[in-house]
């Protein structure tokens, strides 16, 4: 009696029958789960000199788990796309959401990189997976008893990839009402099949899932013509659905990240603030959490970016409702894990796409050797004001690039910008190929709707040059991404000096000169500025971020307001738009076998922007600008007003 009791027992729950909580302590779920994956399809070298990531590595993993745990779910928090040159057929082969169905996921949400290419050319992203699924379901059909089975039809089709693509789930971004393109997004959203929600079932388990776009995401996803709706009431809404729909397990995929700033934890406040959701799967904020935060009964987790862990979650609910933490690790996708042949092959099958398609303008093939370094070339730091090799080379390639490929380029004393914002990878000691440079650069869109930013020429005086510098110096300790690398321009600033006045010192020099050749900043004089699309347009805002105490705005090289920078985008004699990443490239190509110069060997900088953080009186009052003169002259009303007043309480006394 009682073996059959408890054979139908767990029929019922194969079945879905009965809540997967109220089989005593018997019932365990298994979530599998990545985020930030940027377009990582391909392994790439890491610190300690291995590899890191790969999808077809990442396949491996996720086999292995199933294996243990055939009924896991796998997600993706978002920004599965933007960091690889496969990324370059995102509009017209949607390869990220292809290749996420060969790996089997189930569901993912979409993060503010999904949107480089702005809102349109997510649609168009969206409308070349429908294609590409539609064609299979139509091979399908048209499949004989006498010809190969559907799945070796399609394979022959579109490679080793299934038909099957994850449910993309996004319950509070939407086309903004006055998006010229809001019609055919929609219809696109509508035709892949996106929605808030989502049930799946699984081992007797029903999973609800939703996705979320977090404030910064969205604040990071400027060209995107997409609204934002608050994401507490967004997702209370999302688990009243899931509830009323007899979820087992509520999952939500959030591109929001957490923060060790408690005020800044997006993720932390919304479990704090919404009951039910039992799992957040944390993106865009890039963390990797070793261990599970719990907040409100809820479990976040982050498995770190680019491919480097898979994270795998296993929970027992017990008939109460109350959970269990079994296991929870982050499995390394290295070089110590085989490559699955099918997704190789799929990933392969990308790259000849990508050579026939968009490097080939350029004269460039994806796995090309440019040159070799003898030592590293790393991102910046976050949270320290220094200068850095990465950011140096990439802002002296702009202005090699401005001199050597523009087509009729002016003869003007030019001077480069980029920011740390916009270097995604850095470059490891030994060969440095195509592709590589590409990760360093790999952001955005451009007029012609191809993958990375163009470089634009625009023109600023001298006294917003040197706001420029103000703004590295400033600004940089509370917005890490917007620390600045200058090309043609020195300069030196104290991070103890007043807040908009640490800049002591600024002068042009001749790079390529062969010769230290320096000039002095004249204030109205107009000096060109190479930099990239996304920098050129940040330039724009600083007055409104500065609340006005600084003011650049770019120029046409007549002195009027630009208007629209894809007016000021540098093409070479080809016609080809100059991007950022192609920049680089050449540069670095025009280094040939003698390797990248000893100049750029010492991470922090060649010295071109110096940071002290001395307390000496001279250099802390060196140049006062008129920040410094107004705090001063408070300071003194200040003492002068308290000894008055002194004087008089003394006298009053006596």
């Known amino acids: 009696m009682k073996r059959c009791c408890a054979l139908v027992l767990a029929l019922l729950l194969a079945m879905g029958c009965i809540p997967w909580g109220a089989a005593a302590d018997a019932q365990e779920v298994t979530i599998l789960f990545t985020h930030d994956l940027h377009s990582h399809f391909l392994p790439q070298r890491a610190e300690d000199g291995g590899e890191s990531g790969g999808y077809a590595r990442l396949k491996t993993a996720i086999d292995a788990e199933k294996a243990a745990h055939p009924d896991a779910l796998l997600v ?359 592709s590589q440079a590409f990760d360093v650069l790999s952001m955005g869109v451009g007029a012609d709707g191809t993958s990375g930013f163009p470089l634009v020429g625009v023109y600023l005086t001298g006294k917003e040059l040197k706001a420029a510098a103000e703004v590295d110096a400033s600004v940089t300790p509370i917005m890490p991404e917007a620390q600045l690398y200058l090309g043609g321009m020195e300069y030196a600033f104290n991070t103890h000096r007043m807040f908009f006045d640490r800049v002591m010192a600024a002068r042009l020099y001749e790079p390529f000169a062969g010769s230290e050749a320096f000039s002095d900043l004249k204030d109205d004089q107009l000096y060109r500025v190479v930099t990239g699309m996304y920098s050129a347009q940040m330039l724009g805002t600083v007055k409104a971020k500065s609340l006005g105490l600084l003011s650049l705005e770019p120029k046409m090289a007549d002195g009027t307001p630009v208007r629209d920078f894809n007016d000021c985008i540098l093409y070479d004699a080809a016609g080809n738009e100059i991007k950022e990443w192609y920049a680089l490239a050449s540069y670095l190509e025009s280094f040939g076998e003698e390797g990248v110069p000893e100049q750029y060997a010492n991470e922090s900088g060649d010295g071109r922007k110096q940071v002290s953080q001395s307390w000496n009186v001279v250099e802390l009052m060196k140049n006062p600008g008129w920040t410094t003169l107004a705090v001063l002259a408070v300071v003194i009303l200040t003492v002068v007003l308290a000894a008055l007043l002194t004087r008089r309480v003394l006298r009053r006394r006596r």
């Open 76 to 434: 993706d928090g978002g920004d599965f796309s933007i960091g690889s040159l496969i990324q370059t057929l995102y509009t017209t082969q949607a390869a990220e959401l292809r290749t996420m169905g060969a790996l089997g996921y189930d569901a993912a949400t979409i993060g503010n990189h999904e949107f480089d290419h702005t809102g349109l050319g997510f649609a168009q992203m969206l409308n070349a997976a429908a294609d590409a699924r539609d064609a299979a379901w139509a091979a399908l059909d048209e499949a004989q008893p006498d010809q190969p089975g559907p799945l070796e039809v399609f394979q022959e089709l579109y490679g080793p990839a299934t038909f099957f693509f994850p449910a993309l789930l996004t319950a509070n971004y939407t086309p903004a009402p006055d998006n010229p393109d809001r019609t055919y997004i929609q219809e696109a959203m509508d035709r892949y099949g996106m929605a808030e929600t989502q049930l799946i079932e699984r081992g007797g388990v029903s999973f609800g899932i939703f996705g979320l776009m977090g404030q910064d995401s969205h604040d990071c996803a400027p060209t995107s013509g997409f609204v934002l709706e608050d994401a507490v009431l967004a997702a209370e809404r999302c688990v009243e659905t899931l509830q009323a729909q007899g979820a087992d397990v509520i999952v939500c995929l959030s591109h929001s990240g957490t923060n060790e700033n408690p005020k800044r934890s997006e993720d932390e406040l919304l479990a704090k603030a919404v009951d039910g959701i039992d799992v957040i799967i944390s993106g865009h904020t890039h963390t990797t959490l070793t261990e599970p935060l719990v907040v409100n009964d809820t479990y976040l987790v982050s498995a770190g970016p680019y491919c480097e862990n898979l994270g795998s979650l296993t929970l027992r609910k017990d008939s109460s409702g109350a959970k269990t933490l079994v296991d929870y690790h982050l499995t390394p996708i290295d070089e110590t894990l085989p490559e699955a042949p099918d997704i190789n092959a799929l990933v392969e099958a990308w790259k000849v796409q990508v050579g026939e398609t968009y490097l080939d303008r350029y004269g460039f093939t994806y796995d090309q050797v440019l040159t070799t370094a003898e030592f590293d070339l790393s991102t910046p730091a976050p949270g320290i004001q220094q200068g850095n090799n990465l950011g140096n080379l990439a802002a002296d390639a702009f202005l090699w690039a401005a001199e050597r490929l523009e087509a009729g380029a002016p003869n003007v004393q030019t001077v480069s910008v980029t920011a740390a914002g916009v270097l995604r990878a850095p470059l490891h000691a030994g060969e440095i190929t195509v």
